[in-house]
């Protein structure tokens, strides 16, 4: 079983950064793929960002492209979310997810993982 535990996020200005950690359990993190997801009041979860297990191929929401950057580090077995640029608009709680086994296309999906944590969340004021 894998557990998951997001942390690092906060209140900041628009313009700011953030860096969120998402720490797992289970002795094969580095076998899994992650993703980062967030979800808005009143709308349906979205995906931010992914990562494939070995941290050779990334992917990103055409919204955050040029400002957010998912990164792993196997060792530690966290997968990082660093937010720059922050936009009112990105004011969410953000998820970290994870899979054993994924196709390239559901990587984007919710409906591709398999264990969620319990969300941060970030507010970024105007």
């Known amino acids: 079983q894998v557990q998951l535990v997001e942390s690092g996020g906060g209140l900041v200005q628009a313009g700011g950064s953030l860096r969120l950690s998402c720490a797992a359990s289970?002795?094969?993190?580095?076998?899994?793929?992650m993703g980062w997801f967030r979800q808005a009041p009143g709308k349906e979860r979205e995906f931010v960002a992914a990562?494939?297990?070995?941290?050779?191929?990334?992917y990103a929401a055409v919204s955050v492209k040029e400002r957010f950057t998912i990164s792993r580090d196997n060792a530690e077995n966290t997968v990082y979310l660093q937010m720059n640029s922050l936009k009112p608009e990105d004011t969410a709680v953000y998820y970290c997810a994870a899979v054993k086994s994924i196709t390239i296309a559901s990587m984007r999906s919710t409906g591709g993982y398999d264990y969620w944590g319990q969300g941060t969340q970030v507010t970024v004021s105007s």
């Open positions: 289970g002795p094969s993190f580095s076998t899994l793929h």
């Open positions: 990562i494939r297990w070995s941290g050779g191929s990334t």
